[in-house]
């Protein structure tokens, strides 16, 4: 092997597993969400719909690719890659199992935070160039909910940071080969709640979904876009949606940690990522939508101020037990 | 401020405080308590986690035949009478009369010892299924079918005539109700017409 080439083996792999994952977790979801409303979800293509995502992917592959004749063609265009490239971006720094990873940064989790929160970018670019108006209006609602929900996310991602002393995402999943930090008396569990709520507004999932509000704005920044241009911001959410479950399963969950031998650590691993990611899709199908106002002030009034104790009372029991 | 709708044209100076236009929402005054909102919280979880355990209550549709009630109304069909095999119809056009959407056609055929239908027709593209017909037919002769796999490609094929109508009689299973047994039910009950009678003596009627 080229000496240029060894280095992208790792994201290449990392990356085709994350696609393939991704396209069947939305069938995951979909039979999840069957089960909570008494009905079987996909079931007639392959055995208990098996083939359902392949099914999809191959339709939406076939279809007509449409750009509104008034659209930013260049904007519009590009907006679904610059979505995906930070949804995919995110996997590079989570640690699968111990040295299993593509890159374990010594600052990781901040590079995750910062990346997250680039997907921002593409979303505003397919909301603004598709020339809609309800692409508009979601894109800025979009925009706004995840400027609020950002302080809140990187507070409570903090916490687990603060308790094992790295911002390496390897050395914080480490640390919690003792005791998985969602089981550290009281912060733990607050930390945790914390993090999920405002997950889920930073991945626009249900309650917080104002920005692809089915009944006032159609598909929300998507509405314009078909075909594979659809399926890449499709990936890129769901993508999203299972880096931020890895990134709270390597917070929270002791990642790899498990009863068995070594090898099953990476089996753990996943087990934990797709339990929270049943997590958010329980909630998404308990709750209904909530108003703008209330969203911000849900951010502002109550887990800003909430997070941001929560942190500095970490940092308190951190010093006073390493004082003892 | 002759107009002031748009109170960012040059002439108009807004004034500070009350004039100004009202704030577009204030926050909402109604105060909810933290704890209330858990416990919302906790219950609409609760909820769809026991459903999460529920038998779904999906039926594989053509695989799986689903149960009808007993007084479906479904497909419409012409029955033959059990005892003779004869055809029931009497060619009365009653049901031609009684149906609100007037999607059935019937001409009588008379003979010496009863009549027929010598056509039948129904467009079930415009039926409503109000079961009206079953209901007036003296003979029981048009009835309702436990089914309704009406799908066709071809909007043609639901104009069904006699033959059609029989066939389908033959090929479902019939539902409940009959003329017959509808009138019999709409009636009042035997007992009370009966004391309906013996309180109006014979001469009052007048």
Not at chain 1, 163 to 180: C, V
Not at chain 2, 93 to 120: G, H, W
């Amino acid at each position: 092997m080229p000496a240029w080439l060894s280095p992208l083996v790792a994201p290449f792999i990392v990356l085709n597993v994350v696609i393939g994952l991704v396209t069947y977790v939305t069938l995951l979801e979909r039979k999840f969400a069957a089960r909570m409303q008494s009905r079987i979800g996909p079931y007639r293509v392959g055995p208990h719909g098996l083939l359902q995502p392949i099914a999809d992917a191959l339709k939406l592959m076939m279809k007509e690719d449409i750009v509104p004749r008034t659209a930013d063609r260049r904007v519009y265009n590009l907006a679904p890659i610059v979505f995906l490239v930070p949804c995919m971006l995110i996997f590079a720094t989570i640690p699968f199992a111990p040295g299993l990873g593509v890159a374990d940064l010594n600052i990781g989790i901040l590079f995750f935070l910062a990346v997250s929160s680039m997907e921002i970018v593409g979303l505003f670019m397919a909301g603004w160039g598709s020339n809609n108006k309800y692409a508009l209006l979601s894109a800025m609602r979009a925009v706004n909910q995840i400027i609020s929900y950002d302080l809140p996310f990187i507070f409570a991602a903090l916490v687990p940071v603060l308790l094992a002393g790295s911002l390496k995402l390897s050395e914080i999943a480490a640390a919690q080969q003792g005791l998985w930090f969602i089981f550290y008396p009281v912060i733990g569990q607050l930390a945790f709640i914390a993090f999920v709520v405002s997950t889920l507004a930073a991945e626009n999932r249900v309650p917080f979904d104002i920005l692809e509000a089915e009944s006032e704005l159609v598909a929300g920044f998507r509405v314009e876009y078909s075909g594979m241009k659809f399926a890449l911001i499709q990936l890129g959410e769901y993508a999203h949606v299972i880096g931020s479950s890895f990134l709270g399963a390597v917070l929270f969950l002791g990642a790899w940690a498990g009863p068995g031998p070594e090898w099953l650590g990476p089996l753990w691993m996943l087990l934990k990522a797709m339990f929270l990611f049943l997590l958010i899709t329980w909630v998404r199908w308990s709750f209904v939508r909530i108003r703008v106002d209330q969203i911000l002030t849900l951010s502002w009034k109550v887990l800003l101020p909430f997070t941001l104790l929560l942190l500095v009372s970490t940092a308190f029991v951190v010093v006073w037990r390493a004082g003892v | 401020m002759s107009n002031p709708v748009l109170p960012s044209s040059p002439t108009a100076k807004r004034p500070h405080g009350p004039a100004g236009p009202a704030p577009l929402r204030s926050s909402p005054t109604r105060v909810v308590s933290p704890l209330s909102v858990i416990r919302a919280v906790t219950k609409a979880l609760w909820v769809t986690f026991l459903n999460l355990f529920r038998k779904p209550v999906t039926v594989h549709y053509p695989d799986e035949e689903r149960k009808y009630p007993d007084r479906y109304r479904g497909l419409l069909a012409l029955v033959y009478e059990k005892d003779t095999g004869e055809e029931a119809c009497i060619g009365c056009r009653l049901c031609e009369y009684v149906c609100p959407p007037a999607v059935i056609k019937v001409e009588m055929l008379k003979t010496e010892k009863r009549n027929y239908a010598k056509s039948f027709s129904l467009e079930l593209y415009a039926c409503e299924f109000c079961e009206l017909c079953v209901q007036v037919c003296p003979t029981d002769a048009i009835v309702m079918m436990k089914s309704f796999d009406l799908a066709t490609a071809d909007r043609r094929e639901m104009l069904l005539d006699k033959d059609r109508l029989h066939a389908i009689g033959l090929q479902h299973q019939q539902s409940w109700a009959t003329g017959n047994l509808l009138r019999a039910m709409q009636g009042p009950p035997k007992m009370a017409r009966a004391e309906e009678v013996h309180a109006k003596p014979a001469g009052s009627q007048a």
